[in-house]
């Protein structure tokens, strides 16, 4: 847990979200002096065990390039177009800025709603956690081109706040021009005090922002502020920065007096078994044998096919079911890996035979470990 910024060094995964306003060019569509020295920094990272992420911004300013569409009004659908463009040509370049450092940058599609269905997100965080084990660097971006809003200006920022509580992140970094949250807006205001470390989050924060900049207008500050949010009810701690210096983002990483940090009252595991045992809907139950409590409940195990002996309800890939004994006690909630008829199918069944009983595997759990929460106390299942 992050308690201070001596704490940020010990981040190990970090989710980057960099600005419109830092990577696009009226020429060339990007920055590409500004891609490779970010690919530089990460690079560094890399070889001090840190798995990063990038939430990147440009699609749209690649393809109005391409296009030849540079200096008129877009509307709504040659947005999308220029983003369905620009998006293989902002990857490419990606490629090319780590090539430099043996390192593969991996494109990630993400919306808003993956953090709404389950299965979604559970899919996406375990394809995530195999390219961080790869030693890859995802690259996120907006998967729907043809959603309005999905295009708006500033969406990446809760775009960026999502791959954090996705990918599990322990800091998420916002760069955007200017060197975070201050009390007043300091392109207008030259005394303008920079706010160094926020320890709870209040909703005035939002009141302070004012319109007719990019930076503080709509989908800027506010939107980062909105992200920030996000992310700190999801155990993450938040850093605003300014992007445009090469020294900021090493700066922050080693502890120095750069941009705003915003702190979280908790820790990610005590948000995520809340959420779990007491926010999601509990769409059926899964019935263990004695062998399976006893390991869930000692061990901290993660519940195999072999232990269970009954489903109940009809549910899909990563709902929430109640985890029960035979008497109908109720032990733990957690998120499933395999829809009710499937788990109908591996009652009983070694991990090994998994794939001999379905005809492919996805996973050797039912219920992850880290998706499963025990009761305290326990009650009966009704």
Not at 153 to 166: C, E, Q, T, Y
Not at 190 to 196: F, G, I, T
Request: glycine residues 10%; neutral net charge; proline residues 2%.
């Amino acid at each position: 847990m992050i308690q201070s910024r001596r704490d940020l060094n010990r981040a190990r995964r970090i989710v980057i979200k960099i600005g419109s306003s830092l990577l696009a060019d009226a020429t060339t569509g990007v920055r590409l002096d500004r891609m490779r020295h970010i690919a530089r920094c990460v690079a560094r990272l890399h070889r001090d065990g840190k798995q990063v992420c990038l939430v990147s911004s440009g699609s749209v300013a690649l393809g109005r390039v391409h296009l030849g569409w540079m200096g008129k009004s877009l509307s709504v659908h040659e947005k999308q177009a220029a983003a369905a463009v620009g998006q293989p040509l902002l990857m490419r370049a990606w490629g090319d800025a780590f090539a430099d450092h043996a390192i593969t940058p991996a494109q990630m599609l993400l919306t808003k709603d993956d953090l709404r269905h389950r299965r979604r997100f559970l899919n996406a965080s375990n394809t995530s956690r195999t390219l961080f084990d790869a030693g890859i660097v995802p690259i996120v971006n907006e998967n729907d081109t043809v959603m309005v809003e999905e295009i708006k200006f500033g969406d990446n920022d809760a775009l960026a706040a999502l791959a954090s509580l996705v990918i599990e992140a322990n800091l998420l970094i916002l760069m955007t021009d200017v060197n975070g949250l201050h009390d007043r807006n300091p392109l207008t205001h030259p005394d303008a005090k920079r706010l160094r470390d926020l320890r709870h989050w209040d909703d005035a924060l939002l009141d302070m922002v004012d319109g007719g900049t990019e930076s503080f207008g709509t989908g800027g500050m506010e939107s980062k502020l909105r992200a920030t949010k996000v992310a700190l009810r999801g155990g993450i701690a938040t850093a605003m920065i300014d992007g445009s210096d090469n020294d900021a983002l090493m700066t922050l990483l080693e502890g120095g007096d750069v941009g705003t940090l915003f702190y979280c009252d908790d820790d990610r595991a005590t948000r995520r078994n809340h959420w779990i045992a007491e926010v999601l809907t509990v769409a059926g139950s899964v019935t263990v044998d004695d062998g399976a409590a006893n390991a869930l409940k000692r061990r901290g195990s993660s519940l195999l096919p072999v232990g269970v002996v009954d489903v109940g309800g009809v549910f899909d890939k990563g709902e929430c079911v109640e985890v029960i004994t035979g008497d109908g006690t109720v032990i733990a909630r957690g998120l499933v890996n395999y829809t009710s008829e499937e788990i109908r199918r591996l009652r009983g069944v070694s991990s090994d035979k998994i794939a001999q009983t379905l005809g492919y595997m996805d996973y050797t759990e039912i219920i992850h470990r880290n998706n499963l929460v025990l009761k305290q106390g326990g009650n009966h299942h009704g």
